[in-house]
């Protein structure tokens, strides 16, 4: 437990400080669509990748 200048401040040690991944970093965060099209990328890469 803790106060601050203005409230009583409940600190839980259980509860995270920060979110493991922001909506940022997701497909959302980057206006990109939900599905994984990484099936397709394999198999459309040149043919010198190999």
Do not use: C
């Not at 040690?13 to 394999?42: F, H, K, S």
């Amino acid at each position: 437990m803790s106060y601050d200048d203005e409230r009583f401040v409940e600190l839980d040690d259980d509860a995270p400080i920060l979110p493991v991944q922001t909506t940022d970093d997701t497909n959302r965060g980057w206006r990109e669509p939900a599905y994984a099209n990484d099936e397709r990328l394999l198999e459309d890469r040149p043919p010198h990748w190999d």
